[in-house]
């Protein structure tokens, strides 16, 4: 796929997971959901790559530079953004996961010593702005009580482990090992330590046997982990974590599309401002040439 191809088909994915999460919610805990979303997803890949006889095996060097790129990327990622929700709304969530498309530059320039171009640090505070207005009804509304102000640094602190996460990425398929068997590895050590956490947390693990939870697990397993993070792992390869990081930017505004169509959201001048933003740092990150 070309790089608009992968660009296009993480965010129209990811935008959709916004409505299918929400059949996950109910009788089985979120972070255990977490533990069946990415086993199952790892799960698969690894049966695909058998079947196309894909090499599976990699060196112990290898595989903790893999463990490290599920934990921080699939697992405590994750499990902060799910523990962020609960006393914030996912609008505002989504305007502080925005961030990451200033982290990775910094995380480019410190790690991998990319230079911090003007034009990047513009579509950043444009798509971050952009994502700030569509959900401002919700920023508004944010009170300085002790619960939200540490929902607050959970987010960020989610978001900079997720960069975090897309610099190992950068490290990792730098060496060219393959993106598929990657992830595979990836997503199971992610479930596993997700398992973890919520075992010492004193979470219940249990299944939801209803047509919604498995319909919607299998969803988010296959479109939302297995292929979405495939296309952005891809393309993190291709024009680096910096640029592929604005899918944080899109993926809100397919969200808001979506929710428009199936919750009849209404849109008011801010929400129309707000996505006219994000389309234009869209259109200014993705047109520059990578260096």
Known sequence: MSNLGLYTAAVLIWGSTWLVIKFQLGVVSPVVSVVWRFALAGLMLLAYSAMRR???GFSARDHLWIALQGILMFGLNYVGVYVA??????????????????MNAVGMWVFFSKPIRISTIAAAIIGVAGVALVFWPEMHGLSS?????RGLAVAVAATAIASLGNMVA???????????QINAWAMLYA???????????????????SWSYVTSLLYLSLFGSALAFGAYV????RIGADRASYTAVAIPVVALLLSSLFEQLRW????FAGVALCVAGNVMMLRRRPE
């Open 145 to 149: 009580s002790p619960e939200e102000l």
């Open 54 to 56: 894909r090499p599976l």
């Open 191 to 209: 479930a596993v330590v997700v398992a973890l956490i919520a075992l010492a947390s004193g979470q219940r693990f249990s299944f939801d046997p």
């Open 268 to 271: 008011q001048f801010a929400t």
């Open 234 to 237: 891809t393309l993190i390869r």
């Open 85 to 102: 929700e609960q006393v914030l709304t996912s609008g505002l969530v989504a305007v502080i996961f925005s961030l990451v498309v200033a």
């Open 170 to 180: 950068t490290r990792i398929h730098r060496r060219q090992l393959p993106v598929l």
